[in-house]
């Protein structure tokens, strides 16, 4: 996320209660989430990742090269990564948040960003 201008948080509490594994702001203020699927069980058993969108412009399924990625819906965008690195290789569709989410939602960003910088 950061080789493409975004300042991502890992494991960020939603105001739905959910908690995303990648939320990250980019360089005009919108909003991407990842979710990360560590392989095929994981994906299997996690069906929550429709609860998402309504917290991002965008998002992305993260998965490592061997991930069998004809399993994944078409829907959401698709990053895949190593430990060295990542790549977009399906972009995400984007719908704009309503203003006032963005701004809740970038205000929320902010402030667990800066306490998180406090506790080093």
């Not at 960020?12 to 699927?37: F, H, S, T």
């Not at 430990?83 to 939602?105: D, N, Q, T, Y």
Request: hydrophobic fraction near 45%.
């Amino acid at each position: 996320m950061v080789a493409l201008g975004y300042a991502p948080l890992l494991e960020v509490g939603l105001p739905n209660g959910r908690r995303a594994d990648v939320m990250a702001l980019g360089p005009r203020g919108q909003i991407a989430i990842c979710e990360v699927k560590s392989g095929l069980e994981d994906f299997r058993a996690d069906r929550k990742w429709h609860e998402y969108a309504p917290y991002c412009d965008t998002f992305y399924f993260a998965v490592a090269p061997e991930f069998p990625r004809d399993i994944l819906p078409d829907e959401p965008g698709l990053i895949v990564a190593d430990g060295f690195g990542g790549a977009i290789v399906r972009p995400s569709p984007e719908e704009a948040l309503a203003p006032a989410r963005r701004k809740a939602l970038t205000l929320s960003f902010a402030r667990l960003a800066t306490l998180r910088a406090g506790e080093i």
